[in-house]
T-cell receptor, first 113, second 115 residues
């Protein structure tokens, strides 16, 4: 039962254009969402997060959008740079005594110079 | 501030053996979580320790176990290794409290290969 899904295993984008990475979830109890970036041979690093009480959070070139009714979030990277090439994981969490911190399967982004 | 360290970085074992992986969290972090990463499966949560107590556990068989020491360092043990245990094992630390709303800081992982 994959509660957090990233249906696109890979994505290629031209440098300078927008990259849009998508994530869908099934559990309506999730109330906090995070994006992590992972380079080869390194552990994932935190990128940006959003609380369920918001629908948008922006940090420099990175913006996360949350559509609660559709149980969908997306990460926009504008403009995309070659250094953004990595695997991106979304994560969804909630705490109800025992917490849940569920990661998606990841999307490999390749930014072409 | 030093990051999360994991040892060893690479490990090759044969079926039936057991293995112990080690993780040192960021200084001051009291929560340590373990994940298994395999192609197509993303990061699968194994368990989380906070102040030497297992606070949460994922859906893995009892062959997977862990512990945390008083200095917050953590170890993960896998007994009776199976081929399907081949994966990247990631450790993450967090400052604690409500981990659900905290970012986690990951180590580089231990690549385990079971032959």
């Amino acid at each position: 039962d994959q509660q957090v899904k990233q249906n696109s295993p890979s994505l290629s984008v031209q440098e300078g254009r927008i990259s849009i990475l998508n994530c869908d979830y099934t559990n309506s109890m999730f109330d906090y969402f995070l994006w992590y970036k992972k380079y080869p041979a390194e552990g994932p690093t935190f990128l940006i997060s959003i609380s369920s009480i918001k629908d948008k959070n922006e940090d420099g070139r990175f913006t996360v959008f949350l559509n609660k009714s559709a149980k969908h979030l997306s990460l926009h990277i504008v403009p995309s740079q070659p250094g953004d090439s990595a695997v991106y994981f979304c994560a969804a969490t909630y705490d109800s005594g025992t917490y849940k911190y569920i990661f998606g399967t990841g999307t490999r982004l390749k930014v072409l110079a | 501030k030093a990051g999360v360290t994991q040892t060893p970085r690479y490990l090759i074992k044969t079926r039936g053996q057991q293995v112990t992986l080690s993780c040192s969290p960021i200084s001051g972090h009291r929560s340590v979580s373990w994940y298994q990463q395999t192609p197509g499966q993303g990061l699968q949560f194994l368990f989380e320790y906070f102040s030497e107590t297992q606070r949460n556990k994922g859906n893995f068989p009892g062959r997977f176990s862990g512990r945390q020491f008083s200095n917050s360092r953590s170890e993960m043990n896998v007994s009776t290794l199976e081929l399907g245990d081949s994966a990247l094992y990631l450790c993450a630390s967090s400052s604690g409290g409500l981990i659900s709303y905290n970012e986690q800081f990951f180590g580089p992982g231990t690549r385990l290969t079971v032959l």
